[in-house]
């Protein structure tokens, strides 16, 4: 099966970089997708095709794919960047599987 | 606007099935495949089924063949997720996405709970 790896947590002060990483065999072929999910909401798109910032996406959120690796930063993290965030992409069968990275809890404090 | 709204969840005992809809509106439904994501009390998302836009192509995660099976109705807007043979470890809150070639807009979920 296809896994996607993320660190549990990653923890910065607020003004700081925080780097978010997702690997994968198949983001060698496959583009990596960001989403933000805050307490009590339902997930939202942050970052698609690998380093595409959807509209109302601050700029300072940004993405980078290499090899089996995608990252998410966030330059300038602020408190209100404080939230879980998955990365998903798509299996390399052909069948169009999903999968979600297990998450990364933000802190900004 | 887009919109996506859940329904149909609820509490089931082990065993038992439930069948949960998607309202969607604001979009063309018939053009878009639609994923279904659940995601357990304090746990991580989950992709679970994924249908194409005229409904001729699904695929599941392997933790629910044989026991989910997804649809649509694209003439009433409406995308399904019919669950069997429900586990306690299938407890969750479900949410639909639009996919158009990412999963972009979601709905706010719909909590399945299975449970004697």
């Not at chain 1, 959120?61 to 990252?71: H, Q």
């Not at chain 1, 299996?91 to 979600?100: E, L």
């Not at chain 2, 919109?3 to 038992?16: D, I, K, R, T, Y």
């Amino acid at each position: 099966s296809y896994e996607l790896t993320q660190p549990p947590s990653v923890s910065v002060s607020p003004g700081q970089t925080a780097r978010i990483t997702c690997s994968g065999d198949a983001l060698s072929k496959k583009y990596a997708y960001w989403y933000q999910q805050k307490s009590g909401q339902a997930p939202a798109l942050v970052m698609f095709e690998d380093r595409k910032r959807p509209s109302g996406i601050p700029e300072r959120f940004s993405g980078s794919r290499s090899g089996t690796m995608a990252t998410l930063t966030i330059s300038g993290a602020q408190v209100e960047d404080e939230a879980d965030y998955y990365c998903y992409s798509t299996d390399i069968s052909g069948d169009h599987r999903g999968v979600f990275g297990g998450g990364t809890k933000l802190t900004v404090l | 606007e887009v919109q996506l709204v859940e329904s149909g969840g609820g509490l089931v005992q082990p065993g038992g099935s439930l069948r949960l809809s998607c309202a969607a509106s604001g979009f063309t439904f018939s053009s878009y495949w639609m994923h279904w994501v659940r995601q357990a009390p304090g746990k991580g998302l989950v992709w679970v089924s994924r249908i194409n836009n005229d409904g001729s192509s699904t695929s599941l995660a392997d933790s629910v063949k044989g026991r989910f099976t997804i649809s649509r109705d694209n003439a009433r807007n409406t995308l399904y997720l019919q669950m069997s043979s429900l586990r306690a470890d299938d407890t969750a809150v479900y949410y639909c996405a639009r996919d158009p070639g990412y999963l972009d807009y979601w709905g706010q979920g719909t909590l399945v709970t299975v449970s004697s």
